[in-house]
């Protein structure tokens, strides 16, 4: 009897061990995420989505450092240094200056670029086919398209004389931006006036600016301070009855005219799949950049007829979506 019993607790423990142990094996990943963003948004659940369809599930298999720098770029160096030293598997930095922090940062820790403008031009990697070093991701192509972005504004106002062009004069990113939009805006013959924006105290001030030039429309070069005062910008575009259109749909879904560029949910879903690759053993630099694939153009009608504008048909037409 006693050797019986002794045997069924040998079982037992045996039986326990063998539950336990893959418990044991399974590996919580850590993943940083950097972003100039002021909290969790539409990009940041399309990533978390995009997680969950590769089967990563959040406190069972990954854990997720969030890193917020408020719209306060001056804080991003030191928020990224504070991943580097957790020692996170990767580091996903969805736009140019929350990649350039988490490089400048760490030179080892994989780093995963969701919505990067111009990685090429900013060097952050030697191209999008040969990446190199630590980072690897995803490119929005917002210089190619800003020529794309004046054509649409030409369509809506065939007489345009000039385009005012608002952009964050502290970013090295976005003055490239510019100077590209200048090449694509001399081929239309299309003037560009610059207005440039540090700090929120600056919108209204280039906003009066472009009154006084008389300029009929507005194209702005998206980052975190342009997205941090979104609103506030279709409000004074509005005000100012200037035909605007953004590279990101949710200018336009807050009183904006016109948006056109690849769809920032859709890269952002996609970012989880190089974070998964790399996760699984593949060198970042090896992984080359992925281009978008999927374009979308937005028009909110209520607002060209606050601004007295009328959209022409075929340009509807085209349109994925049209709010009304």
Same mark, same amino acid.
């Given at each position: ?11 037992? #423990? /045996? =039986? ?7 418990? &044991? ?76 922090? /988490? &490089? ?11 919505? =990067? %403008? ?5 060097? *952050? ?12 991701? *995803?490119?929005?192509? %917002?210089?190619? #398209? ?41 081929? #239309? ?5 610059? #207005? ?12 009066? /600016? ?18 941090? &005062? ?7 575009? /509005? ?22 560029? +690849? ?20 060198? +970042?630099?090896?992984? +080359? ?36």
């Amino acid at each position: 009897m006693r050797n019986s019993l002794s045997l069924l607790i040998i079982m037992a #423990l /045996a =039986s326990g061990a063998a539950i336990a142990e893959p418990q &044991q094996r399974t590996k919580v990943h850590r993943i940083g995420y950097l972003a100039s963003a002021s909290a969790l948004g539409t990009p940041e659940e399309a990533f978390r989505q995009g997680l969950r369809e590769l089967g990563y599930v959040e406190g069972k298999n990954i854990a997720i450092e969030y890193r917020f720098a408020m719209g306060k770029e001056d804080r991003l160096h030191g928020l990224a240094a504070d991943l580097a030293r957790l020692k996170v598997d990767v580091i996903v930095a969805p736009s140019t200056l929350d990649a350039v922090a /988490a &490089q400048q940062a760490t030179r080892t820790i994989p780093i995963v670029m969701a919505l =990067s %403008s111009d990685p090429v031009g900013t060097r *952050l990697v030697r191209s999008l086919a040969r990446p190199g070093g630590n980072i690897t991701g *995803l490119t929005t192509l %917002s210089p190619e #398209l800003n020529g794309k972005r004046l054509e649409l504004l030409k369509e809506v106002l065939p007489r345009l004389s000039r385009v005012a062009v608002l952009w964050n004069a502290a970013s090295p990113e976005k003055a490239l931006e510019f100077e590209e939009a200048q090449v694509a805006a001399r081929s #239309l013959r299309v003037p560009l006036q610059s #207005l440039e924006v540090r700090g929120a105290k600056d919108f209204e001030s280039a906003f009066r /600016a472009a009154t006084r030039e008389r300029t009929g429309a507005l194209l702005t070069l998206t980052d975190a301070l342009t997205i941090s &005062q979104l609103s506030r910008i279709a409000e004074l575009a /509005a005000k100012s009855r200037l035909a605007a259109i953004f590279s990101e749909r949710e200018f336009v879904d807050a009183g904006g005219l016109l948006s056109y560029g +690849p769809s920032s949910a859709d890269l952002s879903r996609r970012a989880a799949i190089y974070v998964d690759k790399i996760l699984k053993g593949a060198k +970042p630099g090896d992984l +080359p950049v992925e281009q978008p694939t999927r374009f979308e153009l937005v028009i909110n009608l209520k607002t060209a007829k606050k601004i007295g504008l009328t959209i022409p048909p075929e340009l509807l037409i085209r349109a994925d979506k049209v709010i009304k």
